[in-house]
């Protein structure tokens, strides 16, 4: 194994090199770039969950990168980094539930607010904020 002096040494020689100056970079989307799923579990509007509904129809699966998904009337499989589903407001972890026949039932009650475990799109910067600053050295 080598040093992290040896290591930096390597990066240095074979980074390009740049003029220092002002050069800033900004981002090119909002990060995330969308509502993005934090735990797998179950997604559901929270105002069902609200008027008590505790068993949920599972109506499929949203995964980690493919398009959104729509949940129509129960609940849909999601996975962490995967789009909030359109009509969906609150995730349920698996932990919380049980599974059984594509049916899924919330087994541990515990508070739960509206975006719970979602990871608001553009809450890491917006689009044109800048995420480098000048003169960054190594």
């Not at 040093?3 to 740049?18: D, G, K, M, N, Y």
């Not at 972890?93 to 049980?98: F, I």
């Amino acid at each position: 194994m080598i040093s992290v002096e040896e290591a930096l040494s390597i990066l240095r020689e074979h980074l390009p090199h740049f003029k220092q100056g002002t050069r800033e970079v900004r981002a090119d989307r909002n990060y995330p770039p969308f509502h993005r799923v934090m735990m797998d579990g179950i997604a559901v509007r929270f105002d069902d969950y609200l008027s008590g509904k505790r068993t949920f129809t599972i109506e499929g699966v949203a995964p980690a990168g493919e398009a959104v998904k729509t949940l129509k009337a129960h609940c849909l499989e999601v996975m962490t980094g995967a789009p909030l589903p359109v009509n969906a407001d609150l995730v349920i972890p698996y932990e919380h539930l049980s599974i059984e026949d594509s049916v899924a039932t919330i087994s541990v009650e515990i508070k739960r607010e509206r975006f719970d475990s979602v990871h608001f799109e553009g809450s890491d910067c917006k689009i044109g904020e800048i995420v480098l600053k000048e003169n960054l050295s190594w």
